[in-house]
C-alpha cells in the first residue's frame, strides 16, 4: 500500500510556522494520513502551516478535500468569511501537481510559494 | 508456539463438544485425544496461511482465533471449536489463514492420527461426513442471506441511478439558429458529473452548465444532485442580492455586461458556492462548474469558469480559442470571488464542454488522451454536434482500449448555425 512520509519542522518567521515536509502521492488512500498529522499539529498548538509539496508527484481530489478540512480547522472562527486561507499556505509543488492545483483554481484559496524563507515570513 | 501440559480427560472434553466429531464414539475420541497434542499459541500468531499444503487440523480448548485474507476477516472461530479441517479431509491447499486474536490454546491432530481413529469404527466416518454436510447446508444458507442482501443493495443503486438520472435535463431545449448535443456516461451506477441546459425566464439567454463533484459513489452523487438543484433553482427562481452582486462585481474588476443575465450569473454561482461551503463545510466536498448564459441571437456567452476543465471554441476559420478558469471550485470557501467574462461566438463556431473523464481517460499503460489529443480528436467542420461528440467519444474509447473507464464522461457541444444566404 502506497505510503505518505511526512517531516515536521519548525520554523520561525514574524510568528511561529510548522513546516511540513510531504513526500508520496496524495490520493484516496493516504490523504488521511496528511490530514491526521496536520490535525494533530494543531491540537498541539501550531496555528500555521506551511505544506512543502516537493515530494508530491500526484495529487487527486481526496488530497485537496483534505487541504480543505486543515484550513478549516486553522479558520474555525471567521471560516464564514473565508475566501483565502492566511494559516496554510503551500511551497514549491511539482509541476504535475502545480498543474492541478491550477486546473481547480485552488491558487486562487491558498497562497504558493517557491522560496521557503519568502513563504516562512508571509505568515 | 509451546507445548503446556493438558490432561487426556482435558482433551477428550474438548473434542466431545466439538460439533465437527458429534456422534463419534468414546473409543474413538479417547484415541484421537491420547495422540493430539497440546499448542499454546500467543495472541496475533499465524496458526494456517491461505494458499499452503497442510496437514493438521486445530480445536480451540481456550481463545480465539480469526479466519481471513490478509486484511479482510470472514469468520472467528472460538472456544470449542475447529479449523483446518478442510484440507485435512480432502488434501486440497489451506482455502485462508488463521490467526489467533488473543493467547490460546490449541489440540492439534494431523491427517494420519485422525483417519488411523476413524478407521477402528465403521460408523465414525458417516459421523463426520454427517457433520460436514451439516456446515454446507449453513454455508449455502449464509450465501443465501448475502445474495439476499445483495441484490436489494443492487436495487437500492438502481433505484438511484433512475433517480439521479432526473437531475440531468429530460431534454434539450431547441435554440433557433443552434444545434446543440450532449453525452453522459457515468463510470458506475450513479455519478458526481452533471450537465444542464435551459432558458432564463427574464431573458432569451440560455444557461449551459457542466460540472464535475469531486470523488467517485454516492457521496459524489449526492452532492451533484445539491450543486445542479441550486444553480438551476437559483438562475430561475433566484432572489438576487443586489449588495451581493455588486461588491463582487467591483472586487473582481469583472465585465459587467449589462443587466440581468450577469447579474443572474453571479448570483447563481455565488449563491450556490456560499450555501454549500456554509451548510456542508464539513464534507470538503466540492465541484468545478463552468457556468455560461448564451445569447442566441447574437451569440454573445458570458460565463464562469469555477476550476473546470477549460471549454474549446472551434472557430469557423479553423481557430481554436480555450476559456480558462475565472474562479477556483465551487463548494468550499464561503466567501469566494468568481470573475465573470465574456466571448463571441460567430456563425459556423461550435463550442465544446466537457469533464475529467475524457481528458484524463487512461489506456493500460496509464497515459491519459489530454488537451492534445482533444484537439487532434475534435472535427468541428461539416459535421452537426451529435457526430462531433461522437467521434470524440470514439477516440476516447479507442484511446482507452481495454482499460477500465475509470470516471464519467459528460460532455455538450453546441454550434452556431451559419444562416442561409439567400440572394
Given at each position: 500500500m502506497a505510503t505518505l512520509n511526512i517531516m515536521v519542522g519548525q520554523e520561525q518567521g514574524s510568528v511561529p510556522v510548522t513546516v511540513l515536509r510531504v513526500e508520496g502521492d496524495i490520493d484516496a488512500a493516504t490523504h488521511s494520513t496528511l490530514q491526521e498529522k496536520a490535525f494533530e499539529l494543531i491540537d498541539a498548538g501550531s496555528s500555521n502551516l506551511l505544506l512543502d509539496l516537493g515530494g508530491v508527484n500526484y495529487m487527486g481530489s481526496a488530497g485537496f478535500r483534505a487541504l480543505h478540512a486543515i484550513t478549516n480547522k486553522l479558520s474555525d472562527d471567521d471560516s464564514a468569511g473565508l475566501s483565502k486561507s492566511s494559516h496554510l499556505k503551500l511551497l514549491n509543488p511539482t509541476d504535475a501537481v502545480a498543474r492541478v492545483i491550477k486546473t481547480l483554481g485552488f491558487d486562487v484559496y491558498l497562497d504558493i510559494y517557491q522560496d521557503k524563507n519568502e513563504a516562512i515570513n508571509s505568515f | 508456539m509451546e507445548t503446556p501440559m493438558t490432561t487426556t480427560v482435558d482433551k477428550i472434553e474438548t473434542l466431545r463438544k466439538c460439533l465437527f466429531l458429534v456422534g463419534l464414539k468414546e473409543h474413538v475420541l479417547s484415541e484421537l485425544a491420547a495422540r493430539a497434542e497440546t499448542l499454546r499459541v500467543a495472541s496475533g500468531e499465524t496458526i494456517i496461511t491461505r494458499g499452503e499444503h497442510g496437514s493438521t487440523m486445530y480445536f480451540i480448548i481456550s481463545g480465539r482465533a480469526r479466519v481471513h485474507d490478509g486484511e479482510v476477516t470472514w469468520a472467528h472461530i472460538n472456544k470449542g471449536e475447529v479449523f483446518g479441517e478442510m484440507a485435512v479431509l480432502d488434501s486440497e491447499v489451506r482455502s485462508a489463514t488463521v490467526t489467533t486474536e488473543s493467547d490460546s490454546l490449541l489440540l492439534s491432530i494431523g491427517r494420519d492420527v485422525f483417519f488411523d481413529a476413524l478407521a477402528s469404527d465403521p460408523d465414525a466416518f458417516k459421523a463426520v461426513l454427517r457433520a460436514v454436510l451439516q456446515r454446507e447446508r449453513e454455508i449455502v444458507h449464509e450465501i443465501k442471506n448475502r445474495s439476499t442482501k445483495l441484490l436489494s443493495y443492487q436495487k437500492e443503486m438502481e433505484i438511484g441511478r433512475r433517480i439521479q438520472a432526473d437531475f440531468l435535463p429530460g431534454s434539450i431545449p431547441v435554440i433557433d439558429n443552434w444545434e446543440v448535443a450532449a453525452w453522459f456516461e457515468a463510470a458506475r451506477e450513479v455519478a458526481g458529473d452533471f450537465y444542464d441546459i435551459f432558458r432564463l425566464k427574464t431573458s432569451p439567454h440560455v444557461a449551459i452548465v457542466i460540472g464535475d463533484v469531486c470523488d467517485k459513489g454516492v457521496g459524489a452523487a449526492l452532492f451533484m444532485t445539491l450543486f445542479r438543484s441550486l444553480i438551476r433553482a437559483s438562475s430561475l427562481y433566484g432572489y438576487t442580492d443586489p449588495t451581493l452582486v455588486e461588491s463582487t462585481l467591483a472586487e473582481t474588476?469583472?465585465?459587467?455586461?449589462?443587466?440581468?443575465p450577469a447579474d443572474v450569473l453571479l448570483n447563481s454561482i455565488l449563491t450556490t458556492n456560499r450555501y454549500i461551503a456554509t451548510t456542508h463545510a464539513g464534507s470538503s466536498m466540492f465541484a468545478s462548474v463552468f457556468f455560461g448564459l448564451l445569447n442566441?441571437?447574437?451569440g454573445e456567452l458570458i460565463y464562469v469558469n469555477a476550476g473546470h476543465e477549460a471549454p474549446m471554441i472551434f472557430r469557423k476559420n479553423g481557430e481554436t480559442e480555450i476559456l480558462d478558469i475565472t474562479g477556483g471550485v465551487m463548494g468550499l470557501f464561503p466567501a469566494a470571488s468568481f470573475t465573470i467574462k465574456s466571448v463571441s461566438l460567430n456563425e459556423g463556431d461550435l463550442i465544446f464542454t466537457y469533464t475529467d473523464g475524457v481528458n484524463e481517460a487512461k489506456n493500460l499503460d496509464g497515459e491519459q488522451f489530454g488537451d492534445e489529443r482533444i484537439l487532434e480528436t475534435a472535427a468541428p467542420e461539416g459535421n452537426n454536434t451529435e457526430t462531433f461528440l461522437k467521434i470524440m467519444l470514439d477516440g476516447v474509447r479507442n484511446f482507452r482500449g481495454e482499460a477500465e473507464q475509470s470516471d464519467d464522461i459528460t460532455m455538450l457541444a453546441l454550434k452556431y448555425l451559419p444562416s442561409i444566404q439567400s440572394n
Open positions: - | 474588476g469583472s465585465q459587467n455586461t449589462g443587466g440581468a442566441p441571437e447574437n
